[in-house]
T-cell receptor
Framework: DTAVSQTPKYLVTQMGNDKSIKCEQN?????MYWYKQDSKKFLKIMFS???????INETVPNRFSPKSPDKAHLNLHINSLELGDSAVYFC??????????FGNGTRLTVT | QKEVEQDPGPLSVPEGAIVSLNCTYS??????FMWYRQYSRKGPELLMY????GNKEDGRFTAQVDKSSKYISLFIRDSQPSDSATYLC????????????FGQGTRLTINP
């Protein structure tokens, strides 16, 4: 049973399009995250939600809009995609003061 | 300056060698320290988790934290080809895992 699952695994799209990535966790955690991993493997937090409430928004362009319909789901919608948005996006979840559990990522390529 | 610095490598060693991976950090408020392992095209998976200074051992893996010098280490004994992956160190403060900060990751290859 996958603990943190994301869909789709791969996403190839053209500049200017709008796309969404979905995430679900079955660990019962209250907190969920979106991380971006660049080509140099550097992982940087984008957003964090605690029990459906946004608690961290790390200077991400407002073209990125997270949405948490319930505490087990966190989606990421991206408007007007740009070349620089190409990266791997990871969803994660955790309990407070506990390590994060990551999904296997969504590899986004913008052409 | 990044809050957590890690040599990206790559690091290549023969099978059976002892591997030492290291990170330094600048935020003295960091209290929780982790090592994640990331295989190609997979998500990071938690390998070791420690609180404050000290050592923690789990099988062939030992994590060390020295808060006085702000130094984090991971040792792998009897390294195996299956240990080939990118290893990421990470830390957060008492404010919570919401502010988890990662190092850049070290790419490790174990040669048979």
């Amino acid at each position: 049973d996958t603990a943190v699952s994301q869909t789709p695994k791969y996403l190839v799209t053209q500049m200017g399009n709008d796309k969404s990535i979905k995430c679900e966790q079955n660990l019962g955690h209250d907190t969920m995250y979106w991380y971006k991993q660049d080509s140099k493997k550097f992982l940087k937090i984008m957003f964090s939600y605690n029990n459906k409430e946004l608690i961290i928004n790390e200077t991400v362009p407002n073209r990125f809009s997270p949405k948490s319909p319930d505490k087990a789901h966190l989606n990421l919608h991206i408007n007007s995609l740009e070349l620089g948005d190409s990266a791997v996006y990871f969803c994660a979840s955790s309990d407070p003061n506990s390590p994060l559990h990551f999904g296997n990522g969504t590899r986004l390529t913008v052409t | 300056q990044k809050e957590v610095e890690q040599d990206p490598g790559p690091l290549s060693v023969p099978e059976g060698a002892i591997v030492s991976l290291n990170c330094t950090y600048s935020n003295s408020a960091f209290q929780y320290f982790m090592w994640y392992r990331q295989y190609s095209r997979k998500g990071p998976e938690l390998l070791m988790y420690t609180y404050s200074s000290g050592n923690k051992e789990d099988g062939r893996f030992t994590a060390q934290v020295d808060k006085s010098s702000k130094y984090i280490s991971l040792f792998i004994r009897d390294s195996q080809p299956s240990d080939s992956a990118t290893y990421l160190c990470a830390s957060f403060t008492a404010q919570g895992a919401q502010k988890l900060v990662f190092g850049q990751g070290t790419r490790l290859t174990i040669n048979p």
